[in-house]
C-alpha cells in the first residue's frame, strides 16, 4: 500500500522526466543562472589574477633557491 505522499511524489518525477518539462525548466532557470554569474564575474576574475600572482611568486622563489643551491655547492 502506498501512501498519497508516494504516489504525488512518484507523479512529479514523472512529469519532470518528461523532454518537454525539462526544456521549459531550462528556459525558466537559465536567466537565474546567468544574472548569478554575470554578479559573480568580477570575483572569478580577482580571484584567477591572484592565482596568477602565486603561481610567478612561487616560481621566483623556487628558482631563488635553485640559484642559491649552485652557488652553495661552488663554494664547497
Same mark, same amino acid.
Given at each position: 500500500?502506498?501512501?498519497? &505522499?508516494?504516489? *504525488?511524489?512518484? &507523479?512529479?518525477?514523472? +512529469? ?12 525558466? @532557470? ?5 544574472? +548569478? *554569474? ?13 592565482? +596568477? @600572482? ?8 623556487? @628558482? *631563488? ?6 652557488? +652553495?655547492?661552488?663554494?664547497?
Amino acid at each position: 500500500m502506498t501512501t498519497i &505522499q508516494e504516489k *504525488l511524489i512518484k &507523479q512529479c518525477i514523472e +512529469i519532470i522526466k518528461r523532454e518537454d518539462v525539462k526544456n521549459e525548466l531550462k528556459i525558466i @532557470i537559465k536567466p537565474f543562472i546567468e544574472l +548569478i *554569474l554575470l554578479n559573480l564575474y568580477p570575483y572569478i576574475y580577482f580571484s584567477l589574477l591572484l592565482v +596568477i @600572482i602565486s603561481f610567478l611568486l612561487i616560481l621566483g622563489i623556487f @628558482i *631563488l633557491i635553485l640559484k642559491n643551491n649552485r652557488c +652553495i655547492s661552488k663554494i664547497e
